[in-house]
T-cell receptor, first 114, second 114 residues
Framework: AQSVTQPDIHITVSEGASLELRCNYSYGATPYLFWYVQSPGQGLQLLLKYFSGDTLVQGIKGFEAEFKRSQSSFNLRKPSVHWSDAAEYFCAVGIMDSNYQLIWGAGTKLIIKP | NAGVTQTPKFRILKIGQSMTLQCAQD?????MYWYRQDPGMGLKLIYYSVGAGITDKGEVPNGYNVSRSTTEDFPLRLELAAPSQTSVYFCASSYLGPNSYEQYFGPGTRLTVT
């Protein structure tokens, strides 16, 4: 069955430090891949997406992600985090079953230390 | 464009009461979705629609009903509210086209059943 795993429930990073959030998926074909961010009390906002082509994709707010087919991974990175990056981050995989759906990871909560 | 709008933002229901959560989008998207998000958890799909007049169950449809009479609107009906339905509800929409498989989210409705 298709699944998305975000192995880290919480991650704490110092302001100015680099960040990597992990995402692994299980799907038989090449999926559509997404990262969303949810600030406290808010809805979900798309950070970036991968459909095809260059496996390193750039998103908003200085984030990037790299698709590695051999590892079934789509990890999110940022070279230097800001306090405003504190939020919950969700990885999602788009699949075409009977209809098109997103399969969601459980999320990773990012905590920024001053 | 307003994007995806949801009303109300907050609601408290007593056990056994019913209500309708409203969702509208003005992007002419064909797909629409209802999710629930429980505290500290990811998103669970309740129902989705691939177009006006067509709906289908997601992962957790029990206790809910939907209808889609127009492209723009996708209301979610709760009958006989139960404490287990206390959650934050998100509506989303998407347009399946070239490089366009992401979902756009509304701000959410926070529902408490007591």
């Amino acid at each position: 069955a298709q699944s998305v795993t975000q192995p880290d429930i919480h991650i704490t990073v110092s302001e100015g430090a680099s960040l990597e959030l992990r995402c692994n998926y299980s799907y038989g074909a090449t999926p559509y891949l997404f990262w969303y961010v949810q600030s406290p009390g808010q809805g979900l906002q798309l950070l970036l997406k991968y459909f095809s082509g260059d496996t390193l994709v750039q998103g908003i707010k200085g984030f990037e992600a790299e698709f590695k087919r051999s590892q079934s991974s789509f990890n999110l990175r940022k070279p230097s985090v800001h306090w405003s990056d504190a939020a919950e981050y969700f990885c999602a995989v788009g699949i075409m079953d009977s209809n098109y759906q997103l399969i969601w990871g459980a999320g990773t909560k990012l905590i920024i230390k001053p | 464009n307003a994007g995806v709008t949801q009303t109300p933002k907050f609601r408290i229901l007593k056990i056994g009461q019913s209500m309708t959560l409203q969702c509208a989008q003005d992007m002419n998207h064909n797909y629409m979705y209802w999710y629930r998000q429980d505290p500290g958890m990811g998103l669970k799909l309740i129902y989705y629609s691939v177009g006006a007049g067509i709906t289908d169950k997601g992962e957790v449809p029990n206790g809910y009903n939907v209808s889609r009479s127009t492209t723009e609107d996708f209301p979610l009906r709760l009958e006989l509210a139960a404490p287990s339905q206390t959650s934050v509800y998100f509506c989303a929409s998407s347009y399946l086209g070239p490089n366009s498989y992401e979902q756009y989210f509304g701000p959410g409705t926070r529902l408490t059943v007591t």
